[in-house]
């Protein structure tokens, strides 16, 4: 059974920084793309970046470029999101994403899920 198991979200006052963790289980995932999108209320779900399993290539959404660094933790299938200078149109629901391949960016491409995070900015 494959699971993404997503922790760190919470409240932060804007120009913090929070780290949110995606520990993955159930299968390999060598072949796969990682990655973090975000919801709003009212909104829809959206990229926010993304990390090639096996190399480590990354690719960011321009709302996050700069601001926000994903990494992995190949021995313990866990992926990381470094988020800096945090502002209150941050506040979203995060998930941890997963695609066979080497792309991630629509979200109806998802194979995995995680059951997301909150991550609130106050202003």
């Known amino acids: 059974q494959v699971q993404l198991v997503e922790s760190g979200g919470g409240l932060v006052q804007a120009g913090g920084s929070l780290r949110l963790s995606c520990a993955a289980s159930?299968?390999?995932?060598?072949?796969?793309?990682m990655g973090w999108f975000r919801q709003a209320p009212g909104k829809e779900r959206e990229f926010v970046g993304s990390?090639?399993?096996?190399?480590?290539?990354?690719y960011y959404a321009d709302s996050v470029k700069g601001r926000f660094t994903i990494s992995r933790d190949n021995a313990k299938n866990t992926i990381f999101l470094q988020m800096n200078s945090l502002k209150p149109e941050d506040t979203a629901n995060y998930y941890c994403?997963?695609?066979?391949?080497?792309?991630?960016?629509?979200?109806?491409?998802?194979?995995?899920w995680g059951q997301g995070t909150q991550v609130t900015v106050s202003s």
């Open positions: 994403a997963a695609e066979y391949g080497s792309t991630l960016y629509d979200p109806s491409g998802v194979d995995y």
């Open positions: 990390i090639t399993w096996s190399v480590g290539i990354t």
């Open positions: 159930g299968r390999t995932f060598s072949r796969f793309t």
